[in-house]
């Protein structure tokens, strides 16, 4: 075994051994900017205690979402160890998740250290938060004889109502089985998996974790997805709504708060005397992200895309199950906020597959936390269908829509003190301007739709 030369403190020594015991040779220090999506330099095993100490520059320049002044710097990669993953597909390499640093300090526009800062403050308060994240998402495949270029994997009959179509499934176990068989591997624990209700999409879910590794995990989740689909032969795509017309992939947030000594969950009450199993910390929490939730929608669902998933119809199967009223409510799916059966955790259904999951669950986290300390109060939970009332009817309940557009999400996002106090003043710039410009680049291109509709029209 190579003994490596840089290395200060037994710790990554013994990490070093593993790794090389395991035939790990390359190491990316990843972290991600604005988009949550993996970037990094790759380092050779014999550099690992450079690595952890922080080697790995990249300038800033080269990060989207970076702000202007520190877009002449160099940031630096400081993996995490305990975020250390061998790929599954190719077992040479590992990857670890990143803090970034700039200029000798932790960079506080990095978004891992955004989420970090918040749950820094819930430790204080005696939390630890966990989050479990459900991945939705297609899997396809290129082909120039299809209509947009692209088509399902299984070249069977659209059924109306897809989800949980078992023969569907089937022709979708190759890539499947190999991608479950991977998480299980790195002992993520995968407890379903199914077909959804779009066509060629699924649903795979798995353990929850403390919100930092959830995050790593999810970031990680989406590039294994494409990774292995791509191996045989298709891709994966998170984009929240490829077709119109069937439902869009969510990235539901199951949260709770634990003892962050005892590890014991605070959001469970077997005698909640509002029948959902939730303590009075857990609507407290809920509370605090129904007061924030149209700021919130902004960073758990930021793209254009992410509103043609935030409607009412757009499912084949009635419902899009994608809800857009601020309003929590038992085990109900039509409500943006649900408490799933048996209690003990709130399930934020606005979050999609697209989300930069660490800047999401740091500002649902922080919203949570200012309804626990102002000891706030969301009401009664609503058991009804909340998509069979009309807009009107839920004016009156005090119910508002959740924004409409990226356009609108960044207006709530920039209204919102809270946004700031959580992102910092520099990348909350530079996110709101980057959004921005995603939305007018939007208004400004001319679609099919409008081709459709005018062109031969008038
Ligand atoms: N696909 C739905 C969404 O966009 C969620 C369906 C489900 O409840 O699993 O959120
Ligand atoms: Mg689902």
Redesign the pocket.
């Known amino acids: 075994m190579e003994r490596v030369m840089d290395i200060a403190n037994p710790e990554t020594q013994e990490l070093s051994d593993k790794l090389q015991a395991d035939g790990v040779k390359y190491m990316f220090a990843s972290y991600v900017d604005l988009h949550g999506v993996s970037k990094g330099k790759v380092v050779p095993i014999s550099h690992l205690g450079r690595m952890m100490s922080g080697s790995e520059l990249c300038t800033g320049a080269a990060l989207e979402g970076v702000p202007q002044e520190v877009s002449e710097e160099e940031v630096a990669s400081h993996p995490d160890a305990a975020s250390c993953i061998v790929l599954p597909w190719r077992k040479e390499v590992a990857w670890f998740a990143s803090d970034l640093w700039c200029k000798g300090e932790p960079f506080d526009a990095c978004s891992r250290n955004i989420l970090k800062r918040v749950t820094a403050q819930a430790s204080d308060m005696g939390f630890t938060f966990n989050l479990g994240m459900?991945a939705?998402f297609f899997v396809l495949k290129d082909d120039p004889a299809a209509a947009r270029g692209f088509r399902p994997v299984s070249d069977r009959k659209h059924l109306e109502k897809p989800?949980y179509d078992v023969a569907r499934m089937l022709d979708n176990m190759g890539w499947m089985t190999e991608l479950v068989g991977a998480m299980n591997g790195l002992g993520w624990d995968v407890y379903s998996f199914d077909h959804?209700?779009?066509i060629g999409?699924f649903?795979v879910d798995f353990k929850y974790f403390d919100v930092v590794s959830m995050a790593d995990r999810y970031v990680f989740f989406r590039m294994m997805a494409h990774e292995i689909a791509r191996k045989h032969g298709h891709f994966a795509t998170f984009m929240?709504?490829p077709y119109a017309d069937r439902?869009?992939?969510?990235a539901?947030f199951n949260m709770s708060l634990a003892d962050k000594a005892t590890g014991k969950n605070l959001f469970a009450d077997a005698n909640d005397p509002r029948g959902c199993g939730l303590s009075q910390l857990g609507y407290q929490f809920i509370a605090g992200v129904l007061k924030h939730l149209p700021a919130i929608c902004a960073a758990v669902a930021p793209t254009v895309n992410s509103y043609k998933?935030l409607v009412l119809k757009g499912?084949m199967s009635g419902f899009?199950?994608?809800p857009i009223w601020a309003c929590y409510g038992n085990n109900n799916?039509t409500n943006t906020l649900r408490i799933p059966l048996g209690g003990g955790r709130v399930e934020l259904?606005a979050a999609?597959s697209s989300c930069n999951p660490y800047l999401g669950a740091a500002l649902v986290l922080a919203a949570g936390l200012e309804g626990i300390a102002q000891g706030a109060d969301p009401g009664d939970p609503h058991t009804e269908n909340m998509y069979l009332k009309s807009e009107a009817e839920l004016k009156t309940l005090g119910i508002q829509r959740l924004p409409r557009t990226l356009g609108e999400a960044i207006d709530a996002f920039a209204a919102d003190p809270l946004t700031e106090k959580v992102f910092g003043a520099s990348m909350h710039t530079a996110w709101i301007d980057y959004k921005r410009d995603e939305w007018i680049s939007y208004l400004n291109h001319v679609s099919d739709w409008e081709h459709d509709r005018y062109l031969k029209f008038f």
């Not at 439902?247 to 969510?250: D, K, T, Y």
């Open positions: 459900e939705e989800a959804e209700d779009g999409q649903e929240p709504k439902a869009g992939s969510g539901h998933r499912s899009t199950w994608a799916r259904r999609d």
